[in-house]
């Protein structure tokens, strides 16, 4: 919560979300944060209560048992003598308070483990270091680095990662999940109020972990469709150079790949057409339209030399009209 504190202080482009009603914790905006609260608040109350009566009690016997003077050298009497009482109440008290614990925080871990028969599903794909999200559009699909969903409807995110463990993580959501390479996981929600809130990656998956931030746009009600079809012709509708530029940062090319001549995890695009290229296996080739399509599809086919092969393949992500405008955008780099 600190952290989530430190983070809107320290990142300008993370969202401003609506003021939060808890000092702790950012404000909510799921059906199953108010659980969670409970469950937090009610811990860190106890915690402090408990606190202050030890420090109390302890302040307390010092003062009352304090030795009258060293000379005296008195000792405590031996008693074999106990408070029955006492015992049972400080043992079957907090037994009760660890139970009840447990029933709440099973109770919370199943509704969060159990997303609702009609939950809308959304794809969430991370990669060294982005998320992206899927949407099913009327005629094929579109991906955006920014989550969108509706209001007060339950969706369901189904997460997958392409090269290490990252995790999905919705502070204002109150939920987290991992994203594992070869495996679907999934976490669920339902947004009670509109508005922006950070998405951040909750594991340490390299360099540029904490800049994997995304945000979750809450639309408000009957907006959320409208967007969708407006996305989705937009994207469908743009061609060329256009549609390049777009994909560029909606696929996450910008995490490895600069336009402004500065090479990143990958080479940049700024002048890279045309360019002999020379590789780590001693080889070298012309940038062109092949070798383009050639690297999007096979990236370690021809690794460029200086470079770890990390780029993950975008086989069945991208249609030919989408690697068509990445070639058509990077000749325009120039
Ligand atoms: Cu991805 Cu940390």
Same mark, same amino acid.
């Given at each position: 919560?600190?952290?989530?504190?430190?983070?809107?202080?320290?990142?300008?482009?993370?969202?401003?979300?609506?003021?939060?009603?808890? =000092?702790?914790?950012?404000?909510?905006?799921?059906?199953?944060? #108010?659980?969670?609260?409970?469950?937090?608040?009610?811990?860190?109350?106890?915690?402090?209560?408990?606190?202050?009566?030890?420090?109390?009690?302890?302040?307390?016997?010092?003062?009352?048992? #304090?030795?009258? @003077?060293? $000379?005296?050298?008195?000792?405590?009497?031996?008693? @074999?003598?106990?408070?029955? $009482?006492?015992?049972?109440?400080?043992?079957?008290?907090?037994? =009760?308070?660890?139970?009840?614990?447990?029933?709440?925080?099973?109770?919370?871990?199943?509704?969060?483990?159990?997303?609702?028969?009609?939950?809308?599903?959304?794809?969430?794909?991370?990669?060294?270091?982005?998320?992206?999200?899927? %949407?099913?559009?009327?005629?094929? !699909?579109?991906?955006?680095?920014?989550?969108?969903?509706?209001?007060? #409807?339950?969706?369901?995110?189904?997460? @997958?990662?392409?090269?290490?463990?990252?995790?999905?993580?919705?502070?204002?959501?109150?939920?987290?999940?991992?994203?594992?390479? !070869?495996? %679907?996981?999934?976490?669920?929600?339902?947004?009670?109020? $509109?508005?922006?809130?950070?998405?951040?990656?909750?594991?340490?998956?390299?360099?540029?972990?904490?800049?994997?931030?995304?945000?979750?746009?809450?639309?408000?009600?009957?907006?959320?469709?409208?967007?969708?079809? !407006?996305?989705?012709?937009?994207?469908?509708?743009?061609?060329?150079?256009? #549609?390049?530029?777009?994909? %560029?940062?909606?696929?996450?090319?910008?995490?490895?790949?600069?336009?402004?001549?500065?090479?990143?995890?990958?080479?940049?695009?700024?002048?890279?057409?045309?360019?002999?290229?020379?590789?780590?296996?001693?080889?070298?080739?012309?940038?062109?339209?092949? %070798?383009?399509?050639?690297?999007?599809?096979?990236?370690?086919?021809?690794?460029?030399?200086?470079?770890?092969?990390?780029?993950?393949?975008?086989?069945?992500?991208?249609?030919?009209?989408?690697?068509?405008?990445?070639?058509?955008?990077?000749?325009?780099?120039?």
């Amino acid at each position: 919560m600190t952290l989530h504190l430190l983070a809107l202080l320290a990142d300008p482009q993370l969202p401003k979300s609506a003021p939060s009603d808890s =000092f702790w914790l950012p404000v909510d905006a799921s059906v199953t944060t #108010r659980n969670i609260d409970w469950v937090w608040d009610f811990l860190i109350w106890m915690s402090v209560l408990t606190a202050l009566a030890i420090v109390v009690a302890m302040f307390h016997f010092v003062t009352k048992y #304090r030795a009258k @003077s060293r $000379a005296a050298n008195e000792h405590a009497e031996p008693s @074999s003598e106990h408070n029955t $009482a006492l015992e049972i109440a400080w043992s079957v008290l907090p037994l =009760f308070v660890v139970i009840a614990l447990f029933v709440w925080g099973f109770k919370g871990f199943v509704d969060l483990r159990t997303p609702p028969k009609e939950a809308m599903e959304l794809r969430a794909n991370a990669q060294k270091w982005k998320w992206t999200f899927d %949407y099913k559009c009327a005629r094929g !699909g579109l991906t955006d680095d920014t989550l969108h969903v509706p209001f007060d #409807r339950p969706v369901r995110m189904v997460i @997958s990662s392409v090269d290490v463990l990252h995790a999905l993580y919705i502070p204002s959501f109150r939920t987290k999940m991992d994203a594992v390479p !070869g495996r %679907y996981t999934d976490l669920w929600f339902q947004a009670t109020k $509109a508005g922006e809130y950070p998405i951040f990656c909750a594991e340490y998956c390299g360099t540029s972990h904490s800049d994997m931030l995304s945000r979750v746009v809450v639309h408000p009600p009957g907006e959320y469709e409208t967007w969708l079809k !407006g996305a989705c012709e937009k994207a469908d509708s743009l061609v060329g150079p256009e #549609r390049g530029k777009k994909l %560029y940062t909606q696929q996450g090319c910008d995490t490895c790949h600069t336009l402004d001549g500065t090479p990143k995890i990958g080479p940049t695009w700024k002048g890279l057409w045309g360019k002999s290229e020379s590789f780590a296996d001693g080889s070298s080739h012309a940038v062109d339209e092949n %070798y383009i399509r050639e690297s999007i599809l096979d990236p370690s086919a021809k690794v460029v030399k200086g470079f770890a092969p990390s780029m993950p393949t975008y086989k069945g992500k991208l249609s030919d009209k989408d690697i068509d405008g990445l070639i058509e955008y990077i000749k325009t780099l120039q």
